[in-house]
């Protein structure tokens, strides 16, 4: 295998890496302030499409992390860069929260429910039996179909919720048609990512705590991977899978003297 070259950037993942389920992860706040005195460029990134940067960097704070919100990168902005560059100036039909419809307002999209060009799902913890069925009939009016992200359930204090991946299935149930999903592990979502920062995936590096979509994405987009035990894959689960991150340790405060 090439010796890769020395890491310049860092993605990372924020639910179970910096945080678990609203505390944050011991390490997380020296690991952010390492990358900010170094000058790094570096993202944060979440497939939770219901938050602005803005937003997140509020939610990060009350727990004691700093980051900037331009170094805050989501599944919204990366489906608002998407369909920005696929069809610029275009219409949507949206099912989500202030971050995606913020996100798609700021690329210049109209928001209607008449002959949209796209029906774009993300996340909510509203999804009305209404608004499914608007969306199923614009998609067999025509209408393409555009998901966020593929995650299934996503986490709570009281277990698992349905995410956006769940309610995507019941659409293409009803349709016949899959949605084409933005975020990881999409290497899109990264690659849009590393452009807004100017780096490149072969001096970058990507931190999760999911095989299936963090590493996922870090492999196919050309990055190094380091999986990280603090979220939802287990030490045993790793050999279960075709590929492999670069490195597994235990928590993101061992990678804080390798910024």
């Known amino acids: ?6 890491i310049e950037s860092w993605l990372t993942d924020m639910d179970g890496v910096l945080m678990h389920e609203g505390v944050p992860v011991p390490g997380a ?3 952010l302030k390492r990358l900010k005195e170094s000058g790094r460029p570096f993202l944060v ?3 939770n499409s219901m938050y602005t940067p803005r937003d997140l960097h509020a939610r990060l704070g009350r727990i004691g992390l700093d980051v900037p919100v331009q170094n805050i990168w989501t599944s919204a ?6 369909l920005d560059d696929q069809r610029p100036g275009g219409t949507a039909y949206v099912i989500g929260e202030a971050g995606l419809t913020t996100a798609l ?3 210049g999209y109209v928001l209607s429910d008449t002959e949209p060009d796209y029906v774009v799902l993300g996340e909510t913890r509203t999804y009305s039996f209404e608004a499914l069925t608007k969306a199923i009939r614009l998609i067999n009016d025509g209408a393409r179909f555009i998901a966020t992200n593929p995650d299934e ?5 009281e277990g698992a919720l349905p995410a956006t991946g769940s309610v995507a299935a019941l659409i293409t149930k009803a349709t016949g048609q899959e949605p084409y999903f933005i975020g990881k592990p999409n290497p899109l979502m990264m690659r849009a990512g590393l452009n807004a920062i100017g780096a490149h995936s072969e001096t970058s590096a990507m931190i999760g705590d999911r095989m299936d979509t963090d590493v996922l994405a870090g492999v196919e987009a ?21 590929y492999r991150p670069t490195t597994v340790t235990d928590s993101i405060a061992d990678l804080v003297d390798r910024v």
């Open 1 to 6: 295998m090439a010796e890769r070259k020395p």
């Open 29 to 31: 706040d020296a690991f």
């Open 45 to 47: 990134l979440t497939n």
């Open 77 to 82: 902005l990366a489906t608002a860069q998407f």
């Open 105 to 107: 307002h700021d690329i």
């Open 153 to 157: 359930t996503g986490p709570s204090t």
């Open 222 to 242: 050309g990055l190094e991977t380091f999986l990280v035990l603090t979220g939802l894959t287990r030490p045993e689960e790793v050999d279960r899978y075709s």
